[in-house]
């Protein structure tokens, strides 16, 4: 999805296959990706960051199982696995590095991303995080 001057601060959404998923995902603003991660049953378009969408581009995921995004019955839930679907969106999207948002359940995902793959996170932030 392109984002052009006309289009900047309009939500945009859509699906991306990764890991054989059809993941759910909002996007909105422009400039530097930020990677918002819902808390658990979190949904993409319920929190908005107005001041943050000024310079960034703010692209929530729906995890597996979550609103938009089918759940697959045989498929474990494990922390490992809906980092692992984050990063395949961030290379489907050709994100190289972002910034991270995590609430809660989201804050873990965020968290492990930022240990398992350092080169893709600038900055990570969380909050109701353990």
Partial sequence: MAIT?????EAKSGYAP???LQMY???????KPLIYIPPAFGVAG????????KNHR?????????????NIV??????????????ALMKRLDIQRADFL?????????????????ELVRRVATYGSI
């Fill in 18 to 20: 990764v890991n054989a």
């Fill in 74 to 87: 045989d498929r474990p839930i494990r922390f490992e696995q809906p980092a692992n679907d984050v990063v």
């Fill in 58 to 70: 703010v692209i929530t995921p729906e995890l597996h199982g979550h609103g938009r995004t089918a």
């Fill in 25 to 31: 995902y909002e996007m909105e603003g422009s400039g």
């Fill in 46 to 53: 319920v929190n908005r960051f107005p001041s943050l969408i």
């Fill in 102 to 118: 995590g609430e809660s359940f989201g804050g873990l995902i965020a968290t492990m991303i930022a240990i398992q793959h350092p």
């Fill in 5 to 9: 001057q006309e289009n900047v601060n």
